[in-house]
């Protein structure tokens, strides 16, 4: 169980630190800086993709224990996308604040002029107790200023359903393992797939149509509290991709181990 804890908070770190690089982006429109903004999405890359890393053998160890003991394995997985929603939820909740923290790291970067001298300069006690000072919890009236009219809803759409396969893609080929052991290898290779196809969709319907919408924020051909609007309903639209994910596991996973035989020669 305790294993299970471990990857349940590595998730969770994953999709707050993704979920969060919206606020990057929008202190860079907001300051004018987003090519700064992009660069410091470096930082939450990195913090992802080390969670994903250690988190990845916690996993498959998990899967290597429920084959050897013979037990269900689907509630863990299921409890595991739940923490996938939560990390969402909290990085909604925490949009405000780091909006402004974004601010601020933007400016020291434009001073000290590299990510290592900014993390030397920034990263200290006395910085870490100047954070509260920078907490923005939402408030009501924002949210109910929060308008999906305009932000176009396939956009939406789309980044639910891209969430939703990134969300189960690894833990549906992993279940499938435990459906067909004697196609392991292969359906193992096939979370690739199922995140491909997330990826390309990801590349070639929403990135360029973000970035669109947000050169016009910048140009002044759209007001502020619409590109913030988009990101919110991005990041919510995240949220329900979690949502979306619980539902897709089992289908996945079944998938997965119907198509495992056809690689065979």
Request: charge should be positive; glycine fraction near 6%.
């Amino acid at each position: 169980m305790n294993m299970v804890w471990i990857i349940c908070l590595f998730t969770f770190v994953i999709h707050t630190s993704e979920t969060l690089s919206y606020a990057l982006r929008y202190a860079g429109v907001q300051t004018g800086r987003l090519a700064v903004a992009l660069s410091l999405t470096g930082i939450i890359v990195l913090v992802s993709r080390t969670s994903n890393m250690i988190q990845a053998p916690f996993t498959g160890g998990l899967i290597d224990h429920a084959s050897a003991e013979n037990t269900d394995v689907l509630p863990f997985l299921h409890m595991i996308i739940g923490m996938a929603s939560l990390g969402t939820l909290a990085a909604i909740l925490l949009f405000p604040t780091l909006v402004q923290l974004s601010k601020r790291l933007i400016a020291h970067l434009e001073l000290t002029g590299s990510l290592p001298q900014m993390l030397k300069t920034t990263v200290s006690i006395h910085s870490i107790r100047q954070v509260k000072h920078h907490i923005r919890l939402p408030r009501l009236p924002d949210l109910a200023r929060f308008r999906i009219k305009g932000i176009p809803y396939r956009l939406l759409l789309l980044n639910c359903m891209v969430t939703g396969i990134y969300t189960t893609g690894v833990l549906a080929t992993l279940y499938a393992s435990l459906l067909v052991p004697e196609f392991k290898a292969t359906v193992l290779s096939a979370s690739g797939t199922i995140n491909g196809i997330a990826t390309i969709i990801l590349t070639i319907f929403i990135d360029p149509q973000v970035g669109l919408l947000t050169d016009k924020a910048m140009q002044g051909q759209s007001e502020m509290t619409h590109i913030r609007d988009i990101y919110l309903g991005l990041m919510i639209s995240r949220f329900f991709g979690t949502l979306l994910a619980q539902l897709l596991l089992v289908p996945a996973a079944y998938w997965v181990a119907w198509i495992a035989p056809m690689f065979q020669t």
